[in-house]
């Protein structure tokens, strides 16, 4: 997500402009890190090609089942279909080589004020639904509406836009509870915009359309593709719209290059993977390393009929970890939260499974220069003597570092320190179970997931747990069920994960934030109701520039490490893929694009030719 920090780019054109009220700038584009790459009159993003041919089709993998369409409901109801997202456009969009940038894409222009207490965006008159009718600053109201009405995230995300109003035949206005949050004006910008006249008719057998419930009629949108076919729960496919209103907009030369785009669901991972080596879809992102190591070995990479290529990722950190569901009582203590870490052999496991190819993860920003690292010094020591009496004391002594495996006597040594954490938490061993010195209640808790691929994960997992004297139950359930449970916050303890842009801001209250532990959905999976976490989400929302960004965001971090809500896992610095070599690509991929695949690549008729089985 975005931050708060920086400032807003104006073009001299723009300079020249004043909104229709409150008298502030006309700007074509907003950044949160100073002056925009490209000015007003901009032809294209310098990482497209121009002249790609637009032809051809790619299929790929999607994982799991759907039963929805409808987006306002995605984060508490159905499971969401791919490429729903694909239909509809945002007021801006991000440009793929810059950090935190966005242009004009169903808005021409953005203005605010110096105190940032509003945003005004002016919608294109160009602008319109694939029905031909024009996209309307009503249209925007209802969507922002919508989602703060029915999706949890976005109710938090947008939680601080207390009115949105028409001052103008295509302007709208969002008026912010309070001066000061540099990010807002920018995140309003990315609302996506959904029909008001299609969702408040009927379908087409009468029926009145309802926001607030799933759906599987194919909703109506505004973007370069519109849903062509489907088959609940098997495929989705969507295609290129002929006359879509936007094709010649600056920020789109080069992109939507595909007729069609097919998305394939498969319920199981090594099903899908067989599918891609029979030819069955085109492009996989492999997130395995025993695949990547073991399972690319047929005659098609061979012959380089398929490419296997990794892409950096440098446009966001990331956070996955087993996440402890703090609600229920056995993991209130941090002391025991630290002790299952102790159990975790993360440098075993990753010799046994992955090939010794990860990283372990020691930071929620890991991957950033927002990670925190040593001792605090300087700004970031100021921002946390704030709350110096709210925070574990190991925050101003020791730097944070996770248990190291791999040997044996190493494990012993973990061990021993998990079992003196129980010991001081008020556990004890009796009957080789580790149980409650009070109560007698066994220690016992559920690896929960939802992808078979992850249980060996698990299953490594338990092992150690079972030497502690822990009980331990690994289960996975299909999507749906998984889902179910997550927003009821039914589990003990499953794999998450939580990517970090490089420039943290409002998101994070729905990540840490009290008020999104309870709510239904969010993506406060851990259940974290700490003042001082919440004191120091506010205070990265709100700095003011990117130094003071860097230091608000190392206090959170290394508080939110210290408070062990997560065993850390592991990650990879690269995006591993595999494609049949039927697609040609800019020579220059975006910096913070990774593959950019499908967007700005294309069909290319003659690699095509020689892979064969498709024409």
């Known amino acids: 997500m975005l931050g708060g920090i920086g400032n807003l780019a104006v073009s001299g054109a723009a300079q020249a402009q004043t909104a229709a009220s409150g008298g502030a700038a006309w700007r074509h584009a907003l950044s949160l890190f100073g002056e925009v790459k490209y000015p007003a009159d901009f032809k294209r993003f310098d990482y497209v090609n121009p002249d ?118 295509r302007e709208v206005r969002f008026t912010f509870d309070a001066p000061g949050n540099r990010e807002l004006p920018q995140i309003v910008g990315q609302l996506t915009v959904i029909p008001k006249h299609w969702w408040e008719g009927t379908d087409a057998s009468g029926k009145k359309r309802d926001v ?34 936007g094709a010649k907009l600056a920020v789109n030369v080069g992109k ?76 209130k203590d941090a002391r025991v939260r630290r002790a299952l870490n102790y159990a975790f052999d993360f440098e075993e496991m990753n010799k046994q499974l992955f090939f010794g190819t990860y990283e372990r993860i020691s930071s929620y920003f890991y991957g950033t220069e927002l990670a925190s690292s040593g001792l605090p ?72 997931g939802e992808d078979p691929s992850f249980e060996r994960i698990l299953l490594f997992f338990k092992p150690s747990l079972e030497r502690l ?27 998450s994960s939580w990517a970090e842009s490089l420039s943290p801001g409002n998101e994070q209250r729905e990540y840490w934030g009290s008020k999104a532990a309870d709510a239904p959905g969010s993506r406060n999976v851990v259940g974290i109701k700490n003042p001082a976490i919440d004191r120091l989400i506010e205070r990265v929302i709100f700095t003011k520039d990117r130094a003071d960004l860097v230091a608000a965001t190392k206090a959170l971090d290394r508080v939110l490490l210290w408070n062990n809500f ?24 975006p910096k913070y694009g990774q593959s950019g695949f499908p967007s700005i690549w294309w069909w290319d008729a003659e690699r095509a030719a020689k892979t064969g089985g498709r024409s």
């Open 469 to 495: 004297g822990i009980g331990v139950t690994v289960r996975t359930i299909d999507a749906t069920q998984y889902e179910n449970r997550l927003r009821s916050w039914d589990f003990d303890m499953v794999v």
């Open 566 to 589: 997560v065993i850390p896992q592991f990650t990879y610095s690269k995006v591993r893929t595999a494609r049949w070599d039927r697609f040609g690509r800019p020579s220059e991929l």
């Open 256 to 331: 939507h290059n595909f007729n069609e785009l097919r998305y394939e669901y498969f319920r199981d991972g090594t099903v899908a993977l067989e599918a891609f080596k029979g030819d069955q879809v085109d492009w996989r992102s492999e997130n395995s390393a025993k695949n990547w190591a073991t399972a690319y070995d047929f005659p098609a990479v061979k012959d380089k009929r398929v490419v296997l290529e990794e892409f950096p990722n440098r446009a966001s950190g990331i956070m996955q970890g087993f996440a402890m569901n703090t609600r229920r009582d056995k993991f």
């Open 377 to 448: 010094e300087g700004r970031e020591l100021e921002i946390l003597e704030t709350v110096r009496a709210e925070v574990p004391p190991e925050v101003f002594t020791k730097p944070y570092s996770n248990p190291v495996g791999g040997n044996a006597e190493n494990v012993r040594s973990n061990l021993r320190e998990a079992m003196q954490l129980f010991k001081d938490a008020g556990y004890e061993i009796r009957d080789r179970k580790m149980v409650n010195a009070k109560t007698g209640a066994p220690f016992e808790l559920e690896l929960l």
């Open 52 to 169: 790609a041919p637009k032809a051809g089709s790619v299929r790929q993998i999607a994982l799991g089942t759907f039963d929805n369409f409808n987006l306002v409901v995605s984060g508490v109801k159905g499971n969401l279909a791919a490429a729903v997202g694909l239909i509809y456009e945002s007021l801006t969009t991000a440009s793929l080589d810059e950090v935190s940038t966005e242009y004009g894409l169903l808005a021409e222009a953005a203005s605010h004020p110096e105190d940032y207490s509003w945003v005004s965006y002016r919608l294109r008159p160009e602008a319109k639904w694939h029905d031909g009718k024009p996209v309307t600053a009503d249209d925007v109201i209802f969507s922002l509406e919508s989602f703060k009405k029915h999706h949890p995230f976005y109710s938090a995300y947008y939680s601080h836009v207390v009115k949105a109003e028409k001052v103008g035949e």
């Open 212 to 245: 607030s419930s799933t759906t599987l009629e194919a909703p109506l949108g505004s973007a370069a593709y519109r849903i062509k076919d489907f088959v609940p729960g098997r495929n989705v496919v969507v295609e290129r719209v002929k006359d879509y209103w």
